[in-house]
């Protein structure tokens, strides 16, 4: 399932219309800075298990129960109809970080979605 198709199949779930995907600000551009210094200091064992620029996570919603599966990118890579979503970006701001198991809580103007991280797959380097 692709992000604009998860998108488009529920007006209770639009995420195009409901999450502003390129404008953070100063708060999550802090998180961003946070989360990446803490990649930075947790080495090998950090980078082995969260989501960091080029991890492609798998997702739950929690409220209509369907997955979604997403990259991370760096700036200018993203492009949501392609599940390419910028860590400089509310929801990649969020997902930065992320570990299996872990339970998110993704801000939106409708009052928010909650995720469920299923699998975080590391890049090839």
């Not at 809580?105 to 090839?124: D, F, H, M, T």
Request: proline residues 4%; contains cysteine.
């Amino acid at each position: 399932m692709t992000l604009h198709k998860y998108a488009s199949e529920s007006s209770q779930a639009s995420f195009d219309h409901n999450i502003r995907w390129s404008m953070i600000g100063p708060k999550e551009l802090a998180m961003v800075v946070g989360k990446l210094d803490q990649l930075d200091h947790d080495g090998l064992r950090g980078l082995a298990r969260k989501a960091r620029i080029g991890s492609e996570l798998k997702l739950l919603d929690m409220e209509n129960d369907s997955f979604l599966e997403i990259k991370l990118t760096g700036h200018g890579e993203s492009e949501a109809r392609e599940n390419r979503i910028s860590i400089f970006s509310p929801i990649g701001s969020v997902l930065l970080c992320a570990e299996p198991g872990q339970v998110l809580s993704i801000p939106s103007y409708c009052g928010g979605y909650r995720l469920l991280v299923v699998e975080v797959k590391q890049p090839i380097e």
